[in-house]
């Protein structure tokens, strides 16, 4: 029996499957997104309004009655509902007479550095863009100003906001611009505002990796200087606009991601608690000290405000992974935050539709499913939060 195989060039199918990835993932945004549409923000309910801004509802009620502040949208049933835009305004009113000075607008002040937060780890489904994008997302809600930054050339946090990144980033755009060798532009030429307030974004796509196959040349021809400081030196020119900057960085232990190091004022080390990706972790953490030694010995500053490790996609009912958290908790103590990121159908199901938990209305989940995940993700982001604070010496 003959049997005929035809032999293809590997480049060529793979070339072949992209483009028709590419195609059907077009399909789907337009399906989703028209061409003309803008991604926006849900409105709020009251109660959430409420919480944000950590007033009672009764009290957003009064201020309304009285005329003060933006007047909410009220539904059929007479429910109130706010937008980002109209919970940001009135963080500026009630700061007017807050009690204490940031008790609404809870960003920095006189003398507070930038903080600079890199979410990292070299394994692919730790949920390390998941984390990214939530806790940016969730500082912006709280009244924090924040820079989000898409290093991974996949570019998932990209598109989570809204920015389709082989469609609207042809001719460039993101942080590869600012920190290449030649012709550098000003970092504000890539940063775009979200239809989050409070959220700038400068996005990701495969043009990153240039710095990665730049950096090894410039570095033999002796033009590289210390490029590891090339995102910091970006970063400096938009330090008094942002309190926070979020980087989701790449998946290896690359040029962009030394460079990320390099500039984070505190670092996330996302883990998913499997002992698979704890084994893989070890070898994660061994080769970044590695890496950090060479970049100190070149004359870095390589102290940080803080090291964290995010437990994700946790299921509170798994006994092996209950045993690898103890095991976690009792080897790193308090640098594995207390709240973790439970595994939830709803924050899947969101991100096929390239949105975060946030965005997506109640209504859409069951909701002890939803509310499970959205408690989960607060928790831990204001977790995050409160860490911040304490670096600038509150709370």
Request: charged letters at 25%; hydrophobic letters at 40%; glycine letters at 6%.
């Amino acid at each position: 029996m003959n049997k005929t195989f035809i032999h293809e060039d590997l480049n060529a199918v793979i070339r072949q499957h992209s483009e028709w990835l590419a195609n059907q993932l077009h399909s789907q945004r337009e399906s989703l997104f028209p061409p003309d549409a803008q991604k926006s923000m849900r409105k709020f309910t009251s109660g959430e309004a409420a919480a944000l801004l950590g007033v009672n509802d009764s009290y957003l009620r009064k201020l309304n009655l009285d005329g003060k502040g933006p007047s909410p949208e009220l539904t059929p049933g007479n429910r109130r509902l706010y937008s980002a835009e109209d919970i940001q305004a009135l963080r500026v009113l009630l700061e007017k007479t807050a009690r204490k000075p940031g008790d609404y607008i809870p960003g920095r002040r006189d003398g507070d550095h930038l903080q600079i937060i890199g979410v990292m780890n070299f394994k692919g489904g730790s949920g390390k863009t998941t984390t990214s994008a939530h806790l940016a997302q969730r500082l912006a809600l709280r009244g924090y100003r924040v820079l989000g930054i898409d290093l991974d050339p996949q570019a998932s946090f990209t598109a989570l906001h809204g920015v389709q990144p082989e469609l609207d980033l042809n001719d460039g755009g993101t942080l590869y611009d600012a920190i290449r060798y030649e012709d550098p532009v000003p970092v504000r030429d890539v940063i775009r505002k979200t239809y989050i307030p409070n959220l700038d974004l400068i996005p990701g796509n495969l043009e990153l990796m240039e710095f990665e196959h730049e950096t090894p040349r410039a570095l033999a021809q002796g033009n590289a200087g210390l490029f590891f400081f090339r995102v910091k030196e970006a970063l400096a020119q938009v330090d008094t606009d942002y309190d926070v900057v979020v980087i989701d960085c790449p998946p290896q232990l690359g040029f962009l991601t030394m460079s990320a190091l390099s500039a984070a004022t505190g670092v996330l080390v996302t883990i998913h608690p499997e002992m698979l990706d704890v084994m893989s972790m070890s070898q994660f953490l061994r080769m970044t000290a590695d890496l950090m030694d060479v970049i100190a010995e070149s004359g870095a500053d390589m102290s940080h405000d803080w090291m964290r490790y995010v437990l994700t996609r946790y299921e509170p009912q798994d006994a092996p992974q209950n045993r690898i958290v103890a095991f976690l908790r009792t080897m790193y103590g308090d640098a594995v935050l207390n709240a973790p990121m439970l595994k939830s159908t709803a924050i899947s199901d969101a991100g096929l539709t390239k949105q975060t938990l946030y965005e997506v209305e109640r209504s859409a989940f069951t909701r002890s499913t939803y509310d499970r995940a959205i408690e989960s993700l607060n928790t831990l982001n204001d977790e995050i939060a409160d860490l911040i604070q304490r670096t600038w010496g509150r709370t």
